[in-house]
Nanobody
């Protein structure tokens, strides 16, 4: 049974930090590219960050570049998103996604709220 379980979301003040985790099971994690997406109310789901299967290459949305860092630990079947200098506009449900053609899996999401 394939599972992607996100954790680490919550309420944080502007300027604060959170670290999201996404633990995978039921498939060969090290073969899959991993991404974080987010969706705010009334908006489309959009890509936040992406990391290749080996972790050698990362890409970021312009809005988070320099503040967020994606990483992975293939021994732990886990991908992370370190989020620093959080802004209210970062508030959203954050989802992880695993891809290797033709497979694609999504987690259930974790809520991040940035508010004073």
């Amino acid at each position: 049974q394939v599972q992607l379980v996100e954790s680490g979301g919550g309420l944080v003040q502007p300027g604060g930090s959170l670290r999201l985790s996404c633990e995978a099971s039921g498939f060969t994690f090290s073969n899959h590219r991993m991404s974080w997406y987010r969706q705010a109310p009334g908006k489309e789901r959009g890509l936040v960050a992406h990391i290749t299967s080996t972790g050698g290459t990362t890409t970021y949305a312009a809005s988070v570049r320099g503040r967020f860092t994606i990483s992975r630990d293939n021994a732990k079947n886990t991908v992370y998103l370190q989020m620093n200098s959080l802004k209210p506009e970062d508030s959203a449900v954050y989802y992880c996604r695993a891809q290797t053609w033709p497979q694609e899996y999504w987690g259930q999401g974790t809520q991040v709220t940035v508010s004073s």
